[in-house]
């Protein structure tokens, strides 16, 4: 009765051994993983990079050793994945994901705005400046006045401003009061 022949279960060998027939130099294969990135492919652990698929076929195994029947632990390799970052950034994505987003109401929003725009004047009225001139003079600091004044001599009608805001649009200029 002849022998039952195994297929060995080493990366890159694919050959039928007999367990009679298999010693330390019966088998040569590669100790690392294949890879395949873009039209790029190779071997970890011999650190070649071919393109044409034949020619990864062709390239020669790094290591030898005897034949075996069982494949690679692949639980080492899963611990190693479970402990890298790719998991832990996709737990902490997903844990994200899970946080609920409270939307709020049109109202809710507009009340918001109004009260920002309140305090947004109520602080530039705080920080309005004095700039004074080279001739000694105050500068008005409304919009698209900028007249030079002695503050002795200012009355109610010497300036004329925008209480508006400018608009630029397209080739459009216009203020917007």
Known sequence: MSEE???????GCRKKFSDSENH????????????????????????KIVY???????????AVGSHSDKKADAGQNQDAFYKSGTVSNAAKAIEKENNVVVVKSIND?????????KADEEQ?????????TKNGLLKCVHK?????????????GACQYHIGEPVFHDVKKYWSC
């Open 24 to 47: 330390d130099q019966a088998c040569k294969h590669h100790t690392g993983k294949p890879m395949f990135h873009d039209l790029r492919k190779g071997w970890t652990c011999c650190n």
């Open 124 to 132: 530039k009225q705080q920080e309005r400046k004095l700039f004074y």
């Open 109 to 117: 929003y507009n009340q918001e705005q109004e009260v920002k725009k």
């Open 5 to 11: 022949l195994k297929a060995c279960k080493n990366a």
């Open 144 to 156: 698209g006045c900028l007249k030079e004044f002695d503050p002795e001599k200012n009355d109610e």
């Open 52 to 62: 044409d698929w034949d020619e990864f076929e062709k390239i020669e195994p790094c």
